[in-house]
């Protein structure tokens, strides 16, 4: 009866797995703003309202130069969008924001208005792990919130498995690393001696402000400022925590130059 | 159960004057703590307050008296070097006291266990004395910092005879992030994002606890539509973990259907907290004030349909666990607490309610909404983790009742006040019910109005202690389970 039950109740439910990205990718909540764009030519003269408002320091401006929005650093709370007086600072929507280089993530120079979204790996590593990428989770420091949202892309409802993604158990099995946390000192003997047993060739994606560079808790002592004191990153998904849309088209960026594996 | 007079009394969520804060010389003083404790008192937080000048250090004293709904605090007049340990005579005293002697170096004499509760001084949080059981057939099983899951760092060594645990002990501290240290001279501008990251599951918990300090320091408290508000993000909050750990709890004993089930159905409350303010974590919501983010009727209409399906979708999936017989067998007797065992070592939340102690904020300490609605404790009286997944159990069906109850009473009014600026010498409590348990907030201003120390206790503080506990006498394969029955936080610990 119960066994019956069980099935029944399962079949009913039907597959609850997204249809993305054979179909659209979900929309973002309406008031999360998904990535900012800076347009610093619209800055009025000697205005740095933003500047003040910036828990993280994501935001300079300097005499010299435009405006600088640092969306490694941002956590994205939109206290800039909010008191700019001339619209510079605005929320595009879009959950893609991951970068393959740190400076990919600074807006402001003409022509950075938006970030520069990340490439694929090279034609060699991605015969290798465009198929199959097993990567090994290091929280160092994280709040659980990247965890929680990197951990629901392998429940029936984002399947990471079907990317040929999959998060093991060893280092020794991985072909890299996800890291999350703004990188502990406490953790950081952990984490080293995790990165070198992955074997070689390794990626390494850190996931969230924090691990990028440190996010709320940049300039604490007790903490690193990121993974890339530590070990070189790859791939840098920025949000605190990112949408488990924004991970996961990292994740697919990485493994084709499409976003989308050539097996889908 | 009524608290010593000698100690000030004040109710959650209120402030008063440093001086009227008793100050006792330090025999007195643990005297006073230690017989209100033999009363039924039980220690919300036990912290040092270093003195502007001179080194010298005050102990402070945050005591819950449930049953009368009082809080009551009091303090060591100044002292240098040591203290008589109140552990020896009260357990759930003894990670406060390592963690003073941590913090300040005041050592707490006849302290039977003092070592470091998470600075790594300079070796690592593990390295160090663990506690050992000798014998022919004894060995040592020592896991972590990193695990074999998408999971924080932590360290655990097993003292095992064979299968069986004889001794759990947990090293922690790898996630410490220097939390409470960066607060005083604040609240600085990052303050209130390293709050709502202090335990990323539970933001809205400790924002609304933050939140509270501050309210109380200013003389005010939130506008009424605000505090409406908070409660609906809290159980929320409460719904999306209670409903992850039911699947995780399936999981761990290869039950399937509900655990596929449950990881999506806690994105579905996960995104009704993002419906509220954008973040599935409930970041930005909560503020000094009042809340960030309006709900309008059209907003709310959508919360209300979603928290229907969910509800409905985790009745299913739940069913589904409560009939398996197979569940049953591993969940019950597993990981057993006493009673006793959970009021000796000042266990909160789901975990204390599972061994029969009626323990809630809500109720014992209720603050903003829920002083005008209620929801009923749940209970379970056999301390196995069959009683821990039965109490979520109850509480979701209670949460979803009561935010029902909550979307048809809305008050009108601002969302959101301007604060006042903290009133200086003064101090400040704020227990707020998270998904976890009692999490505690404890300001001091400055004569300037800015913070002197702030306190952050959060449930897993308390309650680490009782999962080492429930290991005693289990097969070391079931750690995985009765660690998933507790579900404690890493960095909400380590700060």
């Given at each position: 009866?119960?066994?019956?039950?069980?099935?029944?109740?399962?079949?009913?439910?039907?597959?609850?797995?997204?249809?993305?990205?054979?179909?659209?990718?979900?929309?973002?909540?309406?008031?999360?703003?998904?990535?900012?764009?800076?347009?610093?030519?619209?800055?009025?003269?000697?205005?740095?309202?933003?500047?003040?408002?910036?828990?993280?320091?994501?935001?300079?401006?300097?005499?010299?130069?435009?405006?600088?929005?640092?969306?490694?650093?941002?956590?994205?709370?939109?206290?800039?969008?909010?008191?700019?007086?001339?619209?510079?600072?605005?929320?595009?929507?879009?959950?893609?924001?991951?970068?393959?280089?740190?400076?990919?993530?600074?807006?402001?120079?003409?022509?950075?208005?938006?970030?520069?979204?990340?490439?694929?790996?090279?034609?060699?590593?991605?015969?290798?792990?465009?198929?199959?990428?097993?990567?090994?989770?290091?929280?160092?420091?994280?709040?659980?919130?990247?965890?929680?949202?990197?951990?629901?892309?392998?429940?029936?409802?984002?399947?990471?498995?079907?990317?040929?993604?999959?998060?093991?158990?060893?280092?020794?099995?991985?072909?890299?690393?996800?890291?999350?946390?703004?990188?502990?000192?406490?953790?950081?003997?952990?984490?080293?001696?995790?990165?070198?047993?992955?074997?070689?060739?390794?990626?390494?994606?850190?996931?969230?402000?924090?691990?990028?560079?440190?996010?709320?808790?940049?300039?604490?002592?007790?903490?690193?400022?990121?993974?890339?004191?530590?070990?070189?990153?790859?791939?840098?998904?920025?949000?605190?925590?990112?949408?488990?849309?924004?991970?996961?088209?990292?994740?697919?960026?990485?493994?084709?130059?499409?976003?989308?594996?050539?097996?889908? | 159960?009524?608290?010593?007079?000698?100690?000030?009394?004040?109710?959650?969520?209120?402030?008063?004057?440093?001086?009227?804060?008793?100050?006792?010389?330090?025999?007195?003083?643990?005297?006073?703590?230690?017989?209100?404790?033999?009363?039924?008192?039980?220690?919300?937080?036990?912290?040092?307050?270093?003195?502007?000048?001179?080194?010298?250090?005050?102990?402070?004293?945050?005591?819950?008296?449930?049953?009368?709904?009082?809080?009551a605090v009091g303090r060591s007049q100044p002292f240098t070097g040591t203290f008589p340990a109140l552990t020896v005579h009260h357990p759930q005293a003894h990670l406060f006291e390592r963690e003073i002697w941590e913090q300040h170096g005041a050592v707490p004499q006849g302290h039977p266990w003092l070592k470091p509760v998470r600075q790594d001084h300079g070796a690592g949080p593990a390295v160090g004395e663990f506690f050992r059981v000798d014998g022919r057939e004894v060995h040592e099983v020592a896991v972590g910092p990193v695990h074999a899951g998408i999971i924080e760092p932590g360290h655990f060594r097993f003292q095992c005879a064979g299968e069986e645990v004889l001794h759990l002990e947990i090293a922690l501290g790898y996630q410490h992030r220097g939390v409470e240290e960066a607060l005083p001279g604040g609240p600085h501008r990052a303050s209130v994002h390293q709050i709502e990251t202090l335990a990323g599951d539970t933001t809205i918990?400790?924002?609304?606890?933050?939140?509270?300090?501050?309210?109380?320091?200013?003389?005010?408290?939130?506008?009424?539509?605000?505090?409406?508000?908070?409660?609906?993000?809290?159980?929320?909050?409460?719904?999306?973990?209670?409903?992850?750990?039911?699947?995780?709890?399936?999981?761990?004993?290869?039950?399937?259907?509900?655990?596929?089930?449950?990881?999506?159905?806690?994105?579905?409350?996960?995104?009704?907290?993002?419906?509220?303010?954008?973040?599935?974590?409930?970041?930005?919501?909560?503020?000094?004030?009042?809340?960030?983010?309006?709900?309008?009727?059209?907003?709310?209409?959508?919360?209300?349909?979603?928290?229907?399906?969910?509800?409905?979708?985790?009745?299913?999936?739940?069913?589904?666990?409560?009939?398996?017989?197979?569940?049953?067998?591993?969940?019950?007797?597993?990981?057993?607490?006493?009673?006793?065992?959970?009021?000796?070592?000042?266990?909160?939340?789901?975990?204390?309610?599972?061994?029969?102690?009626?323990?809630?904020?809500?109720?014992?300490?209720?603050?903003?909404?829920?002083?005008?609605?209620?929801?009923?404790?749940?209970?379970?009286?056999?301390?196995?983790?069959?009683?821990?997944?039965?109490?979520?159990?109850?509480?979701?069906?209670?949460?979803?009742?009561?935010?029902?109850?909550?979307?048809?009473?809305?008050?009108?009014?601002?969302?959101?006040?301007?604060?006042?600026?903290?009133?200086?010498?003064?101090?400040?409590?704020?227990?707020?019910?998270?998904?976890?348990?009692?999490?505690?907030?404890?300001?001091?201003?400055?004569?300037?109005?800015?913070?002197?120390?702030?306190?952050?206790?959060?449930?897993?503080?308390?309650?680490?202690?009782?999962?080492?506990?429930?290991?005693?006498?289990?097969?070391?394969?079931?750690?995985?389970?009765?660690?998933?029955?507790?579900?404690?936080?890493?960095?909400?610990?380590?700060?």
């Amino acid at each position: 009866m119960f066994l019956r039950d069980t099935l029944l109740n399962r079949l009913r439910r039907g597959c609850e797995t997204l249809a993305y990205p054979h179909g659209p990718a979900p929309a973002l909540p309406d008031r999360h703003g998904g990535a900012l764009r800076l347009d610093a030519a619209r800055c009025p003269l000697d205005c740095a309202a933003c500047v003040a408002v910036c828990p993280t320091q994501a935001i300079t401006r300097l005499p010299t130069e435009p405006t600088a929005l640092d969306l490694g650093r941002c956590i994205f709370c939109a206290e800039c969008v909010r008191v700019c007086p001339a619209g510079a600072i605005t929320q595009t929507g879009d959950h893609r924001m991951a970068a393959r280089h740190r400076e990919d993530l600074v807006l402001g120079a003409p022509g950075r208005e938006q970030l520069r979204l990340a490439e694929a790996l090279g034609e060699q590593l991605r015969n290798l792990f465009g198929r199959s990428l097993r990567l090994r989770q290091v929280s160092a420091g994280g709040c659980n919130a990247c965890e929680a949202d990197t951990n629901v892309l392998s429940t029936i409802g984002w399947d990471l498995g079907r990317f040929g993604i999959q998060f093991v158990a060893s280092p020794r099995h991985a072909d890299g690393l996800l890291i999350t946390g703004p990188v502990s000192q406490n953790m950081e003997l952990a984490l080293e001696k995790t990165y070198a047993a992955v074997p070689d060739p390794k990626v390494v994606i850190a996931v969230g402000a924090c691990a990028i560079a440190g996010g709320p808790f940049r300039g604490n002592p007790p903490i690193r400022d990121g993974a890339s004191p530590c070990v070189p990153v790859d791939l840098y998904i920025p949000g605190c925590p990112p949408h488990p849309l924004t991970i996961l088209d990292g994740l697919l960026r990485l493994l084709s130059p499409a976003g989308i594996p050539a097996s889908f | 159960m009524n608290p010593t007079p000698a100690f000030a009394l004040l109710t959650n969520g209120t402030a008063l004057p440093w001086a009227e804060v008793p100050a006792w010389p330090m025999p007195e003083f643990l005297d006073q703590v230690g017989a209100s404790l033999t009363r039924g008192g039980r220690l919300s937080s036990l912290f040092g307050v270093p003195m502007s000048e001179g080194g010298a250090l005050q102990l402070v004293a945050v005591l819950a008296f449930d049953a009368s709904n009082t809080l009551a605090v009091g303090r060591s007049q100044p002292f240098t070097g040591t203290f008589p340990a109140l552990t020896v005579h009260h357990p759930q005293a003894h990670l406060f006291e390592r963690e003073i002697w941590e913090q300040h170096g005041a050592v707490p004499q006849g302290h039977p266990w003092l070592k470091p509760v998470r600075q790594d001084h300079g070796a690592g949080p593990a390295v160090g004395e663990f506690f050992r059981v000798d014998g022919r057939e004894v060995h040592e099983v020592a896991v972590g910092p990193v695990h074999a899951g998408i999971i924080e760092p932590g360290h655990f060594r097993f003292q095992c005879a064979g299968e069986e645990v004889l001794h759990l002990e947990i090293a922690l501290g790898y996630q410490h992030r220097g939390v409470e240290e960066a607060l005083p001279g604040g609240p600085h501008r990052a303050s209130v994002h390293q709050i709502e990251t202090l335990a990323g599951d539970t933001t809205i918990a400790h924002a609304t606890a933050y939140a509270g300090v501050l309210e109380a320091l200013a003389g005010t408290e939130a506008p009424l539509r605000a505090q409406w508000l908070r409660a609906i993000a809290l159980e929320l909050e409460r719904l999306a973990n209670h409903t992850g750990d039911l699947g995780a709890l399936a999981g761990d004993v290869a039950f399937l259907p509900t655990a596929s089930a449950c990881g999506k159905i806690r994105g579905d409350f996960l995104n009704l907290t993002a419906l509220l303010c954008g973040n599935r974590f409930g970041r930005g919501l909560v503020r000094p004030g009042g809340c960030a983010w309006e709900l309008e009727p059209e907003r709310l209409a959508r919360l209300r349909a979603g928290l229907d399906t969910a509800l409905r979708d985790v009745q299913q999936a739940a069913a589904w666990l409560w009939d398996a017989t197979a569940v049953r067998a591993r969940f019950e007797n597993t990981g057993r607490l006493e009673a006793s065992q959970a009021r000796e070592i000042g266990l909160v939340g789901p975990a204390a309610r599972a061994c029969g102690l009626v323990r809630d904020v809500r109720f014992d300490h209720p603050t903003g909404w829920y002083r005008f609605a209620q929801v009923p404790v749940s209970v379970w009286p056999d301390g196995d983790v069959f009683a821990r997944a039965r109490v979520r159990w109850l509480e979701i069906q209670r949460a979803g009742e009561f935010l029902r109850e909550l979307f048809d009473t809305a008050p009108d009014g601002p969302l959101h006040l301007p604060l006042p600026p903290p009133a200086p010498n003064t101090l400040a409590v704020a227990l707020v019910e998270g998904w976890r348990g009692e999490v505690c907030h404890v300001a001091l201003t400055n004569a300037q109005g800015r913070l002197h120390r702030y306190k952050l206790t959060d449930p897993s503080f308390h309650n680490w202690t009782g999962l080492a506990l429930a290991l005693r006498g289990q097969a070391i394969s079931d750690f995985p389970l009765c660690n998933k029955s507790f579900n404690l936080s890493y960095c909400g610990f380590d700060l």
